[in-house]
């Protein structure tokens, strides 16, 4: 971790992982909101110096270059811009970075700003001459990154939410806030994290039983009152302690699987387990390969006695489920097919094994 005084630090594993799930979230999501959007917005809260003390590249860089990367491969439509705001209170970090920036050579149509500030203020200054202008916030991802829990207020997530195609992801410190939450120097600020002071009488009064995972919870109903979609992802290292949660909020079920999509194939060194907390009692752990039966349980429960169409059973996996629905028809659908007896029916006419659009399927 950081001491105040450095402007640079050691890259820690933990932070590897969490780059590579935002580069891969962002290979695919530079070209796909490029797509039908003339202006795209990256905005990096809490951007760093944008570089490591060995050299590897901070969240600023790894973000910047996957788009320059993406213009270079043409899967940017060339009209679109994308523009990257950069937030970062320390000055000798905030120097840094611009000197890292400056070194890249940007397509006409990639820009970047850097603002060395205070995220909140910084932002609701930048909310506020739009909503004067009576405009529109460009679709943006918004990484918020903090170290500790002070200056991301969930007002400021709310506003950047309320915005047409907007999505946040947040390093939440949960264990943090569950170590200080009785301290009264940080009761406010976990008033103003949280954006209410009912976790007050939900998460002190019965000390005993509530933990981190009931602010995590907490947390999470709260963003789902301004994001369709919540994920909170576990990052724990290979002691299994947990490091933080990455907590993701989106209003796009594409977003999501996206995001699913990131996290699975992140971790293929196996140092790190992230765990996906889609309810209290469901967590499941990302493996190497996914546990097909577990999926399969999920579905019967659902589904059982009921007709339902693919494109039905796909919404589900994605937003009720830790799992992708990528691979369902190979590992479950047709293996469920072909039991002796059938565990599903299917109605119409198509090849036996296949699941095209439009299948119609009863989980007998
Ligand atoms: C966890 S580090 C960011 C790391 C970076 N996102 C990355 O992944 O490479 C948090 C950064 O936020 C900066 N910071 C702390 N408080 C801030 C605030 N209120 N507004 C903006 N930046 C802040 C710190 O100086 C530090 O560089």
């Not at 576990?234 to 990455?246: A, S, V």
């Amino acid at each position: 971790m950081a001491k105040p005084s450095t402007k640079v630090w050691d890259l820690e594993k933990h932070t590897e992982a969490k780059h590579a799930i935002l580069k891969r979230y962002l290979q695919a999501w530079f070209p796909i909101l490029s797509s039908f959007n003339d202006r795209i917005l990256y905005i990096d809260g809490f951007a760093g110096p944008g570089e490591y003390s060995k050299g590897e590249p901070g969240s600023p860089i790894i973000a910047l270059d996957t788009a320059i990367a993406a213009a270079g491969d043409n899967k940017l439509k060339p009209k679109a811009e994308i523009l990257f705001l950069f937030i970062e209170e320390n000055k000798s970090r905030c120097e840094h970075l611009e000197s890292l920036l400056a070194g890249r050579t940007l397509p006409h149509n990639i820009k970047y700003s850097v603002e060395c500030g205070k995220f909140n203020e910084t932002l609701t200054s930048a909310l506020d001459q739009i909503d004067k202008q009576k405009q529109s916030l460009a679709p943006t991802f918004a990484f918020i990154d903090p170290f500790g829990i002070s200056d991301t207020p969930f007002a400021i997530i709310e506003r950047i939410m309320k915005f047409k195609r907007c999505e946040v992801m947040i390093t939440f410190m949960s264990g943090f806030i569950n170590r200080f939450k009785e301290h009264p120097k940080d009761i406010d600020h976990i008033d103003a994290l949280l954006g209410t002071k009912n976790w007050r009488h939900e998460l002190l009064e019965d000390k005993e039983k509530k933990g981190e995972e009931e602010i995590v919870e907490f947390y999470q109903e709260r963003l789902k009152s301004v994001a369709k979609y919540v994920r909170s992802f576990e990052m724990k290292n290979g002691l299994n302690q947990t490091i933080y949660r990455l907590i993701f909020g989106t209003n796009s079920i594409l977003g999501l699987r996206k995001m699913k999509e990131s996290m699975w194939k992140v971790d293929g060194q196996g140092t790190f387990t992230f765990s996906d907390r889609t309810d209290p009692f469901q967590t499941v752990l990302f493996e190497l390969k996914p546990d097909y039966n577990d999926l399969k349980k999920l579905l019967i429960n659902q589904f059982r006695g009921r007709t339902v169409t693919i494109e039905e059973i796909n919404a589900f996996i994605v937003t009720e489920t830790a799992y992708l629905d990528s691979k369902i028809k190979t590992e479950i659908l047709k293996p469920m097919e072909y039991a002796n007896p059938p565990e599903i029916r299917i109605e119409g006419k198509r090849r036996k094994g296949t699941f095209p659009d439009g299948t119609i399927i009863t989980f007998i």
